[in-house]
C-alpha cells in the first residue's frame, strides 16, 4: 500500500490512524464492519489474489472502505494494521462490539501495548 498510495508505511499509518470513521454496514462474516470515512488520498484497490487467511482484528483497506477481521478469515484488502479489540462474540449478549453508524477512531500503539491489551488476564483493551 505504501507504494501504491507513495507514501512512507509511517506516513500511510498516521493518516489512516488521523481518520474518523462511520460503521456503514456489519457482513461479510459476524461482525465485520465496513467503515466508510477513508481519506482519498489511501483509497486503494483489493488485492488481486486474496489471502487464505488473515489473522483476527486486521485492519485492511478495500477500495473506499476500512474493513476490521472479526476472526481470521480469507481476505483480499491490504493490512495496515490490527486491533486488540475482539469484535465479535457469538456468546455474548451483544454479539457484534460495533453497530451500523459507531464512529471508530484508530490509535496507533506500539507492539508492546498491543500484546499487553490482547492478554487474557488485561481484560482486553480500555474505551478510550
Known amino acids: 500500500m505504501a ?37 482519498p488520498e489511501l483509497v486503494c484497490p483489493r488485492r488481486a489474489t486474496p489471502r487464505t487467511s488473515v489473522p483476527a ?8 472502505q476500512t474493513g476490521i477481521y472479526p476472526q481470521a478469515l480469507p481476505g483480499g484488502w491490504n493490512l495496515i494494521g490490527r486491533t486488540p479489540w475482539k469484535l465479535f462474540d457469538a456468546q455474548a449478549e451483544e454479539p457484534s ?30 474505551e478510550d
Not at 512512507?8 to 456489519?26: D, F, N, Q, T
Not at 453508524?101 to 480500555?126: H, L
Request: aromatic share 10%.
Open 57 to 64: 482484528g486486521s485492519v485492511g483497506i478495500g477500495g473506499t
Open 97 to 126: 462490539r460495533l453497530r451500523v453508524g459507531d464512529q471508530v477512531q484508530f490509535k496507533v500503539i506500539s507492539r508492546q501495548d498491543f500484546d499487553v491489551e490482547s492478554a487474557p488476564e488485561s481484560g482486553g483493551p480500555s
Open 3 to 39: 507504494a501504491y498510495t507513495e507514501l512512507s508505511v509511517e506516513a500511510l499509518v498516521a493518516r489512516h490512524a488521523a481518520g474518523c470513521y462511520r460503521v456503514e454496514s456489519i457482513g461479510f462474516a459476524p461482525g465485520y464492519p465496513y467503515l466508510s470515512g477513508l481519506p
